[in-house]
């Protein structure tokens, strides 16, 4: 319950950041926010679960989940670091999934664009990308805990 807590809290101070200081989310961004809801309702229904072959499944399922945002945040990270020569402005991530098919728009958030490689907000040296990052490494690390933990007390 915990991890997902931590997510409603992380969704929350995005939503904030976005609302009273008026940062727009990028492709990227939005992309890692539905890795954070994906986590946050996998966690909880795996917490409020009774059945330890279900906390297996769930952890894993919340593994895969961090995982997403983890390679989302990193690519944003890398984008950060080592902008495009060439920074444009795309599309917003619902004017591309509107456009194209999902095969095109796949492709297109990865690429990023002038947006995802700016750098709007840090804390302690670190970019919203690069503190999604660590959280979502963690959320992981937790998983791969459970999944550990509950595969060796059943002896599996």
């Not at 919340?62 to 495009?84: D, E, I, N």
């Not at 492709?107 to 750098?119: E, H, L, N, R, Y």
């Not at 709007?120 to 970019?127: H, I, K």
Request: proline share 4%.
């Amino acid at each position: 319950m915990l991890i997902s807590l931590t997510c409603v809290v992380m969704l929350a101070f995005g939503l904030f950041l976005q609302h009273s200081t008026g940062l727009e989310p990028c492709p990227m961004c939005i992309v890692q926010r539905y890795a954070l809801v994906c986590v946050a309702v996998i966690a909880a229904f795996t917490a409020s679960s009774t059945k330890k072959n279900l906390w297996i499944v769930g952890a894993v399922l919340l593994l895969m989940a961090a995982f997403l945002g983890a390679f989302v945040a990193a690519r944003q990270s890398w984008l950060q670091w080592y902008p495009p020569q060439v920074a444009t402005c795309g599309r917003d991530f619902y004017g591309m999934i509107e456009s194209f098919p999902l095969q095109r728009v796949i492709p297109m958030i990865f690429k990023g664009s002038g947006d995802c490689a700016a750098v709007d907000w840090s804390f302690l040296g670190g970019t919203i990308a690069n503190w999604s990052f660590v959280c979502f490494t963690l959320f992981a690390v937790l998983a791969l805990a459970v999944i550990w933990r509950t595969a060796r007390r059943q002896g599996i």
